[in-house]
């Protein structure tokens, strides 16, 4: 870690702190509640929630402030793991006796839709003398401050990788309370890196590190990224407004990786298809999207792949795949565009606009 740039972070953080005490108490105090909301469930009370006092739950974290329809969200978190299956997978998790690489690997191998920005906000609301909220922010800002191989895609971020990250926040911690901040635990830290590190790391300085590409090295990790960059798909057509699903029979003997539906008054619909290239032969890829092609609803098919397998793709699909409706995406600007389009609905959600029961 560059303590250079973290001395001076906290000398700034500590100044602006005495400056302007109303601002910053006001926003620790929102901090000290939200630990009080989850400290007050024990496992047991966890197991025992209804449907309604899990919306709840999970309506107050920050990871949820990016859905307009938070109600639809938990809806669907309901509906794929079961209720049941996903209170107990949670309770584990929070407080089972497993060692915890095992806890945080085994639910994110299980539970589908909640991924490590959602379950460490949960872990650090918990116990917040252990965990840190490790999501995007958190790798910016660790980037910024020098802190080697922090992960870039979902299946890097390891139980092992996590408690790397606590270490660090702890690190923090201790530095922070060094320069006399009070009550400094890795919630306070979270607070630290979000309102004085990330406008820093936003800069992107000259020498700044910055996340680099990273080619999954086995099978596993391929399949992974495969997963990740379909779940990101469906994330951004609903964010969009789509009807946006994964594992769609757009025909006879095709099924493709999403679509993106939208409906059009009583006349019907228009479907865009996406077919996702990590890895191996593209002969797949190419057969599901010219199966596509012969739904009428089907306005465009997209492969999505890195830029040396969209060049093959564009290769081998000429005079297969109608030209005029195939499109391609780098999966890298796929990961740009989720988070890009993240930030500006929790910007415009924060406004609330809509009743949450509109």
Known sequence: MNQIKLQSAITVFVKNKKANAAYYDDNWTERKERKAYY??????????????????????????????????????????????????????????????????NTFLKEVKGMGPSTISELLTYTNPNEYILFNKTTILCYTYLDIPDMPKYNYQYTGKKYLEACAIAKDISAALKAAGVDDCDLLAVDYFLWDEVLPLAEKKEPGDQVPVTVTPKTASDSKSLHEEIKEKLVAIGELLGFESRSEVKITTGAVVDAVWEAKIGNMGKAIYVFEVQSKGSIDSLILNLKKAQSNAAV????????????????????????????????????????DALVRAHESINKLALVPESF
Do not use: C
Not at 72 to 99: C, Q, W
Not at 308 to 326: C, F, H, P, W, Y
């Open 299 to 338: 306005q465009a098919v997209v492969a999505v792949a890195d830029e040396e397998q969209l060049a093959k793709i564009i290769r081998e699909s000429a005079g297969v795949i109608d030209e005029k409706s195939l499109r391609t995406w780098n999966s890298e600007d796929v990961l740009a565009v989720y």
């Open 39 to 104: 400290q007050s469930f024990t496992r047991d009370r966890l197991l025992s929630m209804t449907e309604e006092d899990f919306f709840e739950y999970m309506s107050r974290l920050w990871s949820m402030v990016m859905w307009g329809n938070k109600r639809f969200v938990v809806d669907k978190l309901i509906a794929d793991n079961g209720f049941e299956a996903l209170k107990k997978h949670l309770a584990e998790l929070l407080y089972g006796s497993p060692s915890f690489e095992k806890r945080w």
